[in-house]
């Protein structure tokens, strides 16, 4: 059963015009095997190369390229050796960039959610903000862990998908009163609680925070998605 969310559910000011996109299949995998060669955009802060960088700088650069960040379904480095979406905003303030790339490390490979249910949420929050390249990489990563494209295509226009789990809808439920209304009545938390436990919740909570995070840099910094990239619509 799907459950319509508000209008306010999307900030007007950030959301596209034009459907969220998400990107073919083609687009996946190690950059050498994608069909379209993508480089890195910066938006308004200018990309930094890594002879532009100090030691401090140089030892976050090869954190965030290294596997498996480096080599997952989405750029991250381009062939010219410069980050893609908040990467390269991280390489300004190496020591915050640091935290914050570890962190986002841990959520995305040491979490206990299941792989759907991080992603669902993830791909919300992206619909949110209308951030281009949140949704671009993450798209991606839905894609790999059995997210299909009707069910994105619901997040984007603003629904559970029909297909989510109990489990699944009562974490976007619970993610949705966070982003959207700064609260959480107790009918959502306990139906999250019920299948997410306190420690899953704390995970989510932490999860669209980080995510909101990233999404506030990709923002203020008006971060697009690589060029290059090969849509299609959601």
Known sequence: MTSPVPCSFWPHARRPSSPVRCCSSTAGGPLSDRAVIEHAQGGRLPLLSPSDLDPAGRRLYDEIIAPPRGDGPFLVVDDDGLLAGPFNALLYSPALGQAV???????????????????????????????????????????????????????????????????????????????RGRAVDAATHARAEQHHGHAGLVEITILAGYYQLLAGLLIAFDVPAPSGVTEVSS
């Open 101 to 179: 790339s570890a962190l986002g490390a841990s959520l995305r490979f040491a979490g206990t959610l299941e792989n759907r249910t991080r992603e669902l949420v993830v791909c919300l929050i992206a619909a949110v903000y209308g951030c281009e390249y949140e949704w671009y990489a993450h798209s991606r990563v839905a894609a790999t862990v059995g997210i299909t494209p009707l069910e994105l295509r619901a997040l984007d226009q603003g629904v559970t998908p029909e297909t989510a789990t109990e489990a699944e809808a009562s974490a976007l439920a619970f993610a949705l009163a966070l982003v």
